[in-house]
């Protein structure tokens, strides 16, 4: 069974830091483009981020350029989203998503969006002082 969970989520203040973590279970993360995706309350959700196979290559909405890194953890068959400088607009529920495609060279967060299988449960980040 392929299943992806996010951990890592917290309240925060502005211009803090946190680490959300997407964990893959049952197949190898390294094989899958790994997306990141938030809502905030009262608004559609966003592409944040994502990462390919190939390269890889990596993505990031403009809001977040600069302050986000996406990266791979090979040895806990998972995707990191690393998040700096915080700001009360981050506040959100931050879900990850993968789909199989170990020739991918490219990752989007709009046009394949519905290429996405494995949707995680979500992970609050609270940003307020």
């Known amino acids: 069974q392929y299943h992806v969970g996010e951990s890592g989520g917290g309240l925060v203040q502005p211009g803090g830091s946190l680490r959300l973590s997407c964990e893959a279970s049952g197949f190898n993360v390294d094989y899958a483009v790994v997306g990141w995706f938030r809502q905030a309350p009262g608004k559609e959700q966003e592409g944040v981020s994502c990462i390919s196979v190939r390269g890889p290559a990596t993505m990031y909405a403009d809001s977040v350029k600069g302050r986000f890194t996406i990266s791979r953890d090979g040895a806990k068959n998972a995707v990191s989203l690393q998040m700096n400088s915080l700001k009360p607009e981050d506040t959100a529920i931050y879900y990850c998503?993968?789909?199989?495609?170990?020739?991918?060279?490219?990752?989007?967060?709009?046009?394949?969006?519905?290429?996405?299988?494995?949707w995680g449960q979500g992970a609050r980040v609270s940003v307020s002082s």
């Open positions: 998503a993968a789909y199989w495609d170990p020739s991918a060279a490219e990752c989007t967060l709009v046009r394949d969006k519905e290429r996405y299988r494995f």
